[in-house]
């Protein structure tokens, strides 16, 4: 069984039962629950063209499709390569899904992608470099 999550603002909301499929209407969660289900996601799609959710969920470990175009090609690709850029089609999002699944089976690879990446899950370390950039910067 399989659950498919869609998270923010709709027309409507909704949830259906496709097959071995779930399909979840998530409004706009609060901070931490967002948090929770980011956390609890192996395969994530981003279909928006900022790429702030593609790299969130990257950040997690899973496998990213992500139609956020409107950087440079391959520019996602550079910050993980668990995030798969597609064309915002249903061809090219099917394709991206099917190459997103080859990945998730593909745990050496995607481990490896994902501390290539270093896309620090500790806010501490993340912040470190710019923390002491500031310190650094104020002392003058």
């Known amino acids: 069984d399989h659950q498919l999550y869609v998270t923010g603002p709709t027309t409507s909301s909704f949830d259906a039962v496709y097959s071995d499929w779930t399909l979840e209407h998530v409004p706009t969660p609060p901070p931490e629950d967002y948090c929770r289900l980011l956390r609890s996601a192996h395969i994530g ?8 959710a593609a790299l969130e969920l990257a950040a ?3 496998v990213v499709v992500t139609t956020a175009l409107d ?3 391959g520019e996602l690709a550079m910050q993980s390569r668990n995030i798969l850029a597609v064309a915002p089609a249903r061809y090219d999002l099917a394709v991206g899904v099917g190459r997103a699944a080859a990945l998730l089976e593909d745990d050496r690879t995607r481990a490896a992608n994902h ?3 270093g896309l620090e899950r500790d806010w501490e ?7 002491e950039q500031v310190v650094a910067w104020s002392e003058f």
Do not use: C, F, N
């Open 60 to 62: 997690t470990g899973a």
């Open 115 to 117: 501390r290539a990446a």
């Open 125 to 131: 370390k993340a912040l470190a470099g710019a923390v």
């Open 45 to 52: 799609m981003s279909l928006q063209d900022a790429p702030r």
């Open 71 to 73: 950087t440079a090609p």
